[in-house]
């Protein structure tokens, strides 16, 4: 579904922080920090929060399609 990398690059292309994507998501900060870095998987509800809240943002998952899950902004 989503992937730390995934997190990372749809809060650049934001331009969010940690913080901003937490206020936003209801998800802890540290959550997203240990997701973010590989130390623990976070619940698939947590997930599907933090999808809605960078969706909401204008971020458009793109799923693995052979070339590799990635995201970029909506038009």
């Known amino acids: 579904m989503l992937t ?5 690059a749809a809060r650049a292309l934001v ?6 994507l937490s206020e936003q998501s209801k ?5 997203i920090v240990d997701f973010e870095r590989g130390a623990r998987e976070p ?3 947590t997930k599907e929060a933090l999808v809605r809240a ?21 038009k």
């Open 4 to 8: 730390s990398a995934q997190c990372r």
């Open 15 to 20: 331009d969010w922080s940690r913080e901003m």
């Open 27 to 31: 998800v802890s900060h540290r959550s």
């Open 43 to 45: 619940r698939l509800l």
């Open 54 to 74: 960078l969706e909401s943002a204008g971020v458009e998952f793109i799923p693995e399609n052979g070339g590799g899950a990635g995201v970029r902004l909506k």
